[in-house]
T-cell receptor, first 113, second 115 residues
Framework: DAKTTQPPSMDCAEGRAANLPCNHSTISGNEYVYWYRQIHSQGPQYIIHGLKNNETNEMASLIITEDRKSSTLILPHATLRDTAVYYCIVRVFQETSGSRLTFGEGTQLTVNP | EPEVTQTPSHQVTQMGQEVILRCVPISNHLYFYWYRQILGQKVEFLVSFYNNEISEKSEIFDDQFSVERPDGSNFTLKIRSTKLEDSAMYFC?????????????FGPGTRLLVL
C-alpha cells in the first residue's frame, strides 16, 4: 500500500470548515483513499473513501487531485465533537489480499470554541 | 444503524492467563478483523478472517493468538498465555468484502490490562 503523509496537528474554529490534507504521491491506479477518525481511544470511525472522483456524504467531502497524489478531507462545519485524530489510509484494490488497514500517525484535529 | 459490538469493555488479567475477547460483527458482513492499539501508539493490524479461516495475519499474530467464529454471530480472539506487553485496546472490525470497496467498521474496543 502507498505511504501517506499528514500534518501532525491542526486547529479549527467551531463552525468553520476543517480542511485536512493528505499526501500519497506513490499511490497506484488500483488504490483507494480512505479516511477514518479516532476520538480518544474509541474504535476508529469510517468517514469516507474514494478512488478518483470527489466524494461527499453526510459527514464530509473528499477532494482528490487529478493526479491522485494528494487529497483533502473537508468537514464543512466543524463542531467540538469533531476533535479527533484523522487518518488518511491508502488501500490496494485486490480480491485476495490487501485486506489490512495500515494506520499512520494521523492528524490531531482540535476544534476550538 | 448496525454496529460492531465487543465484550467485555475492560478486562484485567494476570500474566500467563488465557483471555478471550468477543466480538459480534455486523450481521451481513463476511470478513472479520482484529486490530490492537498499545497506549499512545498506532492502531496495528493483527489478523483477518474469512470463510472460517485466516486470510491474512501480521507478524504480531504469533502462536499465542488464535481466532475463531464459534457460531453464526460471534468472532473471538484468544490470547493463550498473556504477557505484560499484550496490554492494549483490542478492536474488532468487519466488512462486507475484502476489496478496497469493503469498508471496515470498527467496534468500540476491549481494554486489556495484563498485570
Amino acid at each position: 500500500d502507498a505511504k501517506t503523509t499528514q500534518p501532525p496537528s491542526m486547529d479549527c474554529a467551531e463552525g468553520r470548515a476543517a480542511n485536512l490534507p493528505c499526501n500519497h504521491s506513490t499511490i497506484s491506479g488500483n488504490e483507494y483513499v480512505y479516511w477514518y477518525r479516532q476520538i480518544h481511544s474509541q474504535g476508529p470511525q469510517y468517514i469516507i473513501h474514494g478512488l478518483k472522483n470527489n466524494e461527499t456524504n453526510e459527514m464530509a467531502s473528499l477532494i482528490i487531485t487529478e493526479d491522485r497524489k494528494s487529497s483533502t478531507l473537508i468537514l464543512p462545519h466543524a463542531t467540538l465533537r469533531d476533535t479527533a485524530v484523522y487518518y488518511c489510509i491508502v488501500r490496494v484494490f485486490q480480491e485476495t489480499s490487501g485486506s489490512r488497514l495500515t494506520f499512520g500517525e494521523g492528524t490531531q484535529l482540535t476544534v476550538n470554541p | 444503524e448496525p454496529e460492531v459490538t465487543q465484550t467485555p469493555s475492560h478486562q484485567v488479567t494476570q500474566m500467563g492467563q488465557e483471555v478471550i475477547l468477543r466480538c459480534v460483527p455486523i450481521s451481513n458482513h463476511l470478513y472479520f478483523y482484529w486490530y490492537r492499539q498499545i497506549l499512545g501508539q498506532k492502531v496495528e493490524f493483527l489478523v483477518s478472517f474469512y470463510n472460517n479461516e485466516i486470510s491474512e495475519k501480521s507478524e504480531i499474530f504469533d502462536d499465542q493468538f488464535s481466532v475463531e467464529r464459534p457460531d453464526g454471530s460471534n468472532f473471538t480472539l484468544k490470547i493463550r498465555s498473556t504477557k505484560l506487553e499484550d496490554s492494549a485496546m483490542y478492536f474488532c472490525a468487519s466488512s462486507v468484502s475484502l476489496t478496497g470497496r469493503g469498508t471496515q467498521y470498527f467496534g468500540p474496543g476491549t481494554r486489556l490490562l495484563v498485570l
